[in-house]
């Protein structure tokens, strides 16, 4: 199954570290960011699990839930916390599920269907297609998808960016240009004529006709 954005994001039940979930509900009114890894105790991984912990408050102020995944069973799931907490200074504050029968990692298309057996014979390499992340609304549609190979570790401050510009423009007709930043210039969003603009906006600059500069919204 192949996912793409604007998708509704695949409902399941689940096992986590912090007890059963049915992932729909679990966002309710929220968004949430689900990011996955290939196996338990693996380098990279430890590093950006601990990361997360360390700036939850960040996506906590931003109404964003924060799940990871891994192809293990949930009973290894507390010893890699210690060793997450020891190495990183911050063991998770989320819940952590347990992927070991793959059917999450298949629905999102992470393994193929054809994918079995006990996850303790496959490597991490076996499963080193399990590195995405997902940014999902509360509208339970996938806003933004993000793959990374295992040897690179995963930018979650590039993360909080994408959330601000979602967040922002959900709220407001406009777009955000490369580079953007909160509190930065914004873009008119192409979809709004010249005279919707003049009455939202007032003025704009203008260097091309398709390129409508205004401060960024902040009601």
Known sequence: MSLTIGDTAPDFVAATTEGPIKFHEWIGDSWAVLFSHPKNFTPICTTE???????KPEFDRRNVKIIGLSVDPIELHDAWAKDIEET????????????????ISKAYGMLGADVSGDP??????????VRNVFVIGPDKKIKLILVYPMTTGRNFDEVLRVIDSLQLTAKHKVATPVNWKQGDDVVIAGSVSNDQAKEIFGT?????????IVPQPTA
């Open 204 to 212: 704009w600059n203008e260097p091309k006709p398709y390129i409508r």
């Open 49 to 55: 699990l601990g990361y997360v912990a360390s700036i």
């Open 88 to 103: 990183q200074g911050t063991a998770p504050n989320y819940p952590l599920i347990g992927d070991a029968d793959f059917a």
């Open 120 to 129: 303790s014979d496959r490597t991490a390499a076996d499963n080193q297609t």
